[in-house]
């Protein structure tokens, strides 16, 4: 399902830019600009909706923070379950992690071992099919790291999905499942 150019430009510019945050030099794409305008934010998640629903999901995993809202909004959406990759030591029960590099250092997400159900399948042995969502995909290292995850658990992440792509970073490449972009930056 394809985005007309008018809810390309609603979405687009809803989305703020920020320059120099967190550090010099980045430009921070700041999405709550999108969350409080009623228009853009229905706009995106009618679009998700479309495109997802004859996906057959079970499950769709957000990336922490901001992709607890878009997933979770969408998971009620499709009538799924929504379960939260978070960074490490926040979640209470048993966990299972994995860590990627930073620009300087590493970094580490979990998720817990029966978000997906027993040995990642909801029902019987099929593993269940899970959505990855985030908000933004810079190197990708983050959601590429949480797609380890839901394949380590025994579920099978079928799509990750992202609002907005800084596509000059190339963080689509390397993924063993096709990524989907709203938006396209440069
Ligand atoms: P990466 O692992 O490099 O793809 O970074 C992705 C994560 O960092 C996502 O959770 C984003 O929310 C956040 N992020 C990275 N760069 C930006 C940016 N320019 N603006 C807003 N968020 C960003």
Redesign the pocket.
Known sequence: MTLSAEDKKIILESIRDIPDFPKPG?????ISTLLNNPEAFNTLMNHLEARYKEFGLDYIAG??A??FIFGAALADRLKVGFVPVRKKGKLPYTTVAQK?SLEYGVDEVEIHIDAFGENGCRCGDTPSKVLLI??????????KAAANLINKVGATCIEACFIME?TF?K?REGFDMPVYSVLQVD
């Open positions: 980045i430009v921070f794409k700041d990336i922490d901001r992709g990627y985030d908000d933004l995909i810079a190197t990708g290292g983050t959601a800084l970073l963080g």
